[in-house]
T-cell receptor, first 115, second 115 residues
Framework: DGGITQSPKYLFRKEGQNVTLSCEQN?????MYWYRQDPGQGLRLIYY???????QKGDIAEGYSVSREKKESFPLTVTSAQKNPTAFYLC??????????????FGPGTRLLVL | AQTVTQSQPEMSVQEAETVTLSCTYD???????LFWYKQPPSRQMILVIR??????QNATENRFSVNFQKAAKSFSLKISDSQLGDTAMYFC????????????FGTGTSLTVIP
């Protein structure tokens, strides 16, 4: 079955620690996105990538980093500079950057908690 | 910047009744696309319905329909014959060619269907 997988489902971070959230898709989509979801704030864009080896900052990129070395993978690292990382993180993809009516396909999410 | 506003944080509806969720947006663009997404308790985001701004006819998907008022920049979602499985968070989203193909989301409306 084609889709987006995110792992782990739950992740715990200690103070000063970097952690990496995995996002993999087998849909052959070009564009991939990372969102942060907090109660009452909807989805806020952290980073997005429209093509391999290229990515752009979203509205809340500070304290996060990404890479896009392969088309199917778009990992997100939450660095120690992110002072309030507790949130639900969603990864998404679209078939092509220019297909504007195309919907985003979402992964099941990762819940990050700070110890 | 594009903004999407959902002014109803919570709503409830009796089973089999009809409910309308509101969404307004602010943009200076003429060509754009609008989406409604559903996030049930499982937190898996699912596309409900989408609309192209240049199409005057309102989109319909089974029990879900939209009332798109371009001049008023309004994009409400009507759910007919509400079912218990419709209980979820609903997010309105906006996408436009000149905003880097990003999706902009509202803060969501939590809908509860009462048996």
């Amino acid at each position: 079955d084609g889709g987006i997988t995110q792992s782990p489902k739950y992740l715990f971070r200690k103070e000063g620690q970097n952690v990496t959230l995995s996002c993999e898709q087998n849909l052959n989509h070009d564009a991939m996105y990372w969102y942060r979801q907090d109660p009452g704030q909807g989805l806020r864009l952290i980073y997005y990538s429209q093509i391999v080896n290229d990515f752009q900052k979203g509205d809340i990129a500070e304290g996060y980093s990404v890479s896009r070395e392969k088309k199917e993978s778009f990992p997100l690292t939450v660095t120690s500079a992110q002072k309030n990382p507790t949130a639900f993180y969603l990864c998404a993809s679209t078939p092509s950057p220019g297909g504007l009516l195309e919907t985003q396909y979402f992964g099941p999410g990762t819940r990050l908690l700070v110890l | 910047a594009q903004t999407v506003t959902q002014s109803q944080p919570e709503m409830s509806v009796q089973e089999a009744e009809t409910v309308t969720l509101s969404c307004t947006y602010d943009t200076s663009e003429n060509n754009y696309y609008l989406f409604w997404y559903k996030q049930p308790p499982s937190r898996q985001m699912i596309l409900v319905i989408r609309q192209e701004a240049y199409k005057q006819q309102n989109a319909t998907e089974n029990r879900f329909s939209v009332n798109f008022q371009k001049a008023a920049k309004s994009f409400s979602l009507k759910i007919s014959d509400s079912q218990l499985g419709d209980t979820a968070m609903y997010f309105c989203a906006f996408r436009a060619p000149l905003t880097g193909n990003q999706f902009y989301f509202g803060t969501g409306t939590s809908l509860t269907v009462i048996p």
